[in-house]
């Protein structure tokens, strides 16, 4: 396996120039959520993602602190458990200390980074640490919680137990940072431990653990009443199902709900923007590229940044109160009907913001069988970019003041296409263990961490950089395919033909024209079954680069008839020739269609790519594209079928 870069910024670069420039290699190592890449962001100044939820890092992220000869670059590894490892993320640990990854040296110490509300299963790997002979320090996480639940530890008279340095610090607040950003910059101060700890017997190391727990004047802390009777809600094989799905109907609510005006106010300055510059820009090619493919296009992707903006942010508020590891440990049940396990849910939760990292999450998972099963359905989970698609189908479909009495309509649809999603997932996963993946499974763990109130810092930090993933897609590749999809749409003009013509008669005659008419009538047939007329299968041949891009093709399609309305505009798409001329092209069979087909298809180049990357083979990406494509045209023309025979 190679390293990653994983996250850099302005003091970051490649663990390999670091060993170029001589610098000293200090690496993080800890459990699971025990605060190492928040402790790592304070270190660095850097922004990887943290939350209160095991497993969110699983690669390699490096930064560097100090400056000049004494510069010490810092590696943020994935947590583990011990040396000795049983999943991919967990040997990647395991390589990168023993230098075995090409271009990345071995680390020159180790910081390891200790949760002090788990202290005895933490003390395991300090243990196989310190037998490494890298020289090692301690950074103690957690103490202010620890003691907040009737729990203590002295940190001075714990690292006389170890024989090493140990600083406490408060990675959420930044508290003690800048003391430990001193010791990480002195490692070379740091002792050697005289003793090795006694990691190859079980019952030494034990006794140990003890001694070191004692010595430390070690209280554990005690789990409170209202922990305890929440647990026994949210925990419960029935009514913590119940709950989950509450709470996930609740949030597609406010998604719907709390975003809508903004979007309509967002809708409205696009539409105007665009207008203005088609009508005070003098060229009219250079007025059609700018009002329609940058300001219509565009802006029809933007128009839904502020539901994406709330998904995430509901989102991170789960994740920082420990609800979403539960979560994990609730579903474990479910997902053992799929052949999965709960390690399963946590990339399929993961791959609800990008398929992206769901898939690159599976490295936690220790059978390669689990990993490929979890890596071909989780596509299937609705990620961000299928939601622009959604709302824009949604709107088309539900009428925004259809209301099931307090409940609006509009985001129990919703609801009801991320919960096709996930089944789906759980149906798929389940044949592939079944049928090509046949294998038992391993033992499932997962710590449950405490309920916390979420870092304000830390959720919108996690809102930012989800927003500016969205925004730096918009402003790359959705920019281009759109710019490319305006060229399609727009060319060959031929000015003698429309002479004489209006400019909206002139502009439908250009489109009706153009290569991607000749494009979406080719694939047309393809279609028809399912009610797609060809400028929405120009939609979907675009929306291979990035499923927003659909939404951005229709709204150059209606900027033809009318920018400033587009919702209108795509209700009243009508066919302009063919035996359905004069037809509605925008029917409820047909969105019920497109909305099925877009919850099966994987229209995602990129997810191909890392898919392959993380299978080292095109056999999986092959297989999960085929299936899905497959999955996605029949499952769309049954959603027809039903769909016109109840209207």
């Given at each position: 396996?190679r390293?990653?870069?994983?996250?850099h910024?302005g003091s970051?670069?490649?663990i390999?120039a670091?060993?170029?420039?001589?610098?000293?290699?200090?690496?993080l190592?800890?459990c699971?959520?025990a605060?190492?890449?928040s402790v790592?962001?304070?270190l660095t100044?850097?922004r990887?993602?943290?939350a209160?939820?095991?497993?969110?890092?699983?690669?390699?992220s490096?930064?560097?602190?100090?400056s000049?000869?004494?510069?010490?670059s810092?590696?943020d590894?994935?947590?583990?458990?011990g040396?000795?490892?049983?999943?991919?993320?967990?040997?990647?640990v395991v390589?990168h200390?023993?230098g075995?990854?090409?271009?990345?040296p071995?680390p020159?110490?180790?910081?390891?980074?200790?949760d002090?509300?788990?202290?005895r299963?933490?003390?395991?790997?300090?243990?196989?640490?310190?037998?490494?002979?890298?020289p090692c320090a301690?950074?103690?996480?957690?103490?202010d919680e620890?003691r907040a639940?009737?729990?203590?530890?002295d940190?001075?008279?714990?690292?006389?137990?170890?024989?090493?340095?140990?600083?406490?610090?408060?990675g959420?607040r930044?508290?003690?940072?800048g003391?430990?950003r001193g010791?990480?910059l002195?490692?070379?101060?740091?002792?050697?431990?005289p003793i090795?700890?006694?990691?190859?017997?079980?019952?030494?190391l034990?006794d140990?653990?003890?001694s070191?727990?004692?010595?430390?004047a070690?209280r554990?802390?005690?789990?409170s009443?209202?922990?305890?009777g929440?647990?026994?809600?949210?925990?419960?094989?029935?009514?913590?199902?119940?709950?989950f799905?509450?709470?996930?109907?609740a949030?597609f609510?406010t998604?719907?709900a709390v975003?809508?005006?903004?979007?309509g106010w967002?809708?409205?300055?696009?539409g105007v923007?665009?207008?203005?510059a088609?009508s005070?820009?003098?060229?009219?090619t250079?007025?059609?590229?700018?009002?329609?493919a940058?300001i219509g296009?565009?802006?029809?992707?933007?128009?839904?940044?502020?539901?994406?903006?709330l998904l995430?942010?509901?989102?991170?508020?789960?994740?920082g109160?420990?609800y979403?590891?539960r979560?994990?440990?609730?579903m474990d049940?479910?997902?053992?009907l799929?052949?999965?396990?709960?390690r399963a849910?946590?990339a399929?939760?993961?791959?609800?913001?990008c398929?992206?990292?769901?898939?690159?999450?599976t490295?936690?998972m220790?059978?390669?069988?689990?990993?490929?099963?979890t890596?071909l359905s989780?596509?299937?989970?609705?990620?961000?970019a299928?939601?622009?698609?959604?709302?824009?189908?949604?709107?088309?479909?539900v009428?925004?003041?259809?209301r099931?009495g307090?409940?609006?309509?509009?985001g129990v649809a919703?609801?009801?296409l991320?919960?096709a999603g996930g089944?789906?997932a759980?149906?798929a996963?389940?044949?592939?263990r079944?049928t090509?993946?046949?294998?038992?499974?391993?033992?499932f763990?997962?710590?449950l961490?405490?309920y916390r109130?979420?870092?304000?810092?830390?959720?919108l930090?996690?809102v930012w950089?989800s927003?500016?993933?969205?925004?730096?897609?918009?402003?790359?590749?959705i920019?281009?395919?759109s710019?490319v999809?305006?060229?399609l749409?727009s060319?060959p003009?031929?000015a003698?033909?429309?002479?004489?013509m209006?400019?909206?008669?002139a502009s439908a005659?250009?489109?009706?024209h153009s290569?991607?008419?000749?494009?979406?009538r080719a694939i047309e047939p393809?279609?028809a079954p399912l009610?797609?007329e060809?400028?929405?299968?120009?939609g979907?041949?675009?929306?291979m680069?990035?499923?927003?891009?659909f939404v951005?093709?229709?709204?150059?399609v209606?900027?033809v008839?009318?920018?400033?309305h587009p919702?209108?505009?795509?209700?009243?798409l009508?066919?302009?020739d063919?035996?359905?001329?004069?037809?509605?092209?925008?029917?409820a069979p047909?969105?019920?269609?497109?909305l099925?087909f877009?919850?099966?298809?994987?229209?995602?180049?990129s997810?191909?790519?890392?898919?392959?990357?993380?299978?080292n083979s095109w056999r999986?990406?092959?297989?999960?594209?085929?299936?899905?494509?497959?999955?996605a045209?029949?499952m769309?023309?049954?959603?027809?079928?039903i769909?016109?025979?109840?209207?």
């Amino acid at each position: 396996m190679r390293a990653e870069p994983g996250c850099h910024g302005g003091s970051g670069g490649s663990i390999a120039a670091a060993s170029h420039r001589g610098e000293a290699v200090v690496a993080l190592v800890g459990c699971p959520n025990a605060g190492k890449s928040s402790v790592f962001n304070h270190l660095t100044g850097l922004r990887v993602r943290t939350a209160n939820y095991p497993g969110v890092t699983v690669t390699l992220s490096q930064g560097r602190i100090g400056s000049g000869p004494a510069a010490v670059s810092v590696v943020d590894l994935p947590g583990t458990y011990g040396l000795v490892p049983v999943s991919p993320d967990e040997q990647l640990v395991v390589d990168h200390l023993a230098g075995r990854l090409d271009g990345t040296p071995a680390p020159n110490a180790l910081l390891v980074i200790v949760d002090a509300t788990t202290l005895r299963r933490s003390l395991s790997l300090v243990a196989q640490c310190l037998a490494s002979g890298t020289p090692c320090a301690v950074a103690l996480t957690m103490t202010d919680e620890l003691r907040a639940h009737g729990g203590d530890i002295d940190p001075h008279l714990l690292g006389q137990a170890l024989g090493v340095p140990v600083r406490e610090v408060h990675g959420h607040r930044g508290q003690g940072i800048g003391a430990l950003r001193g010791d990480v910059l002195g490692w070379t101060a740091w002792p050697e431990v005289p003793i090795p700890p006694p990691v190859h017997d079980q019952g030494d190391l034990a006794d140990w653990i003890d001694s070191v727990v004692d010595r430390a004047a070690y209280r554990p802390a005690e789990a409170s009443r209202a922990t305890r009777g929440i647990d026994r809600v949210l925990l419960h094989p029935v009514g913590g199902l119940v709950a989950f799905l509450v709470v996930m109907f609740a949030f597609f609510q406010t998604v719907f709900a709390v975003a809508a005006p903004v979007m309509g106010w967002i809708e409205t300055g696009f539409g105007v923007l665009g207008e203005a510059a088609r009508s005070r820009i003098s060229d009219e090619t250079l007025a059609g590229f700018v009002g329609t493919a940058l300001i219509g296009g565009v802006g029809g992707v933007l128009v839904f940044l502020p539901q994406i903006v709330l998904l995430f942010l509901l989102i991170s508020i789960l994740e920082g109160t420990g609800y979403l590891a539960r979560a994990a440990f609730l579903m474990d049940r479910v997902m053992a009907l799929s052949g999965l396990d709960g390690r399963a849910f946590v990339a399929m939760l993961s791959s609800v913001a990008c398929a992206i990292p769901g898939i690159m999450s599976t490295r936690t998972m220790p059978s390669s069988r689990d990993r490929i099963a979890t890596m071909l359905s989780a596509p299937l989970m609705t990620c961000s970019a299928r939601l622009p698609v959604y709302l824009l189908l949604v709107s088309l479909l539900v009428p925004s003041d259809a209301r099931w009495g307090p409940v609006g309509l509009q985001g129990v649809a919703l609801f009801a296409l991320y919960l096709a999603g996930g089944l789906s997932a759980l149906i798929a996963a389940a044949v592939l263990r079944r049928t090509l993946l046949r294998q038992g499974g391993l033992p499932f763990y997962l710590e449950l961490p405490p309920y916390r109130l979420p870092s304000v810092r830390a959720v919108l930090a996690a809102v930012w950089t989800s927003a500016a993933i969205f925004l730096r897609k918009v402003a790359t590749m959705i920019l281009v395919a759109s710019a490319v999809l305006w060229a399609l749409l727009s060319f060959p003009a031929h000015a003698a033909q429309t002479q004489g013509m209006s400019e909206p008669q002139a502009s439908a005659y250009v489109l009706e024209h153009s290569y991607a008419a000749d494009l979406g009538r080719a694939i047309e047939p393809v279609f028809a079954p399912l009610g797609f007329e060809w400028r929405i299968d120009v939609g979907l041949v675009g929306a291979m680069a990035a499923r927003e891009v659909f939404v951005s093709t229709l709204g150059q399609v209606v900027a033809v008839s009318d920018p400033e309305h587009p919702q209108a505009a795509l209700r009243d798409l009508t066919y302009t020739d063919g035996p359905r001329a004069g037809q509605r092209v925008f029917t409820a069979p047909t969105v019920v269609a497109l909305l099925v087909f877009f919850v099966y298809a994987l229209q995602c180049i990129s997810t191909l790519a890392v898919m392959r990357r993380e299978s080292n083979s095109w056999r999986w990406p092959a297989l999960a594209f085929a299936y899905m494509s497959a999955l996605a045209w029949g499952m769309a023309f049954l959603a027809r079928l039903i769909t016109v025979a109840i209207t």
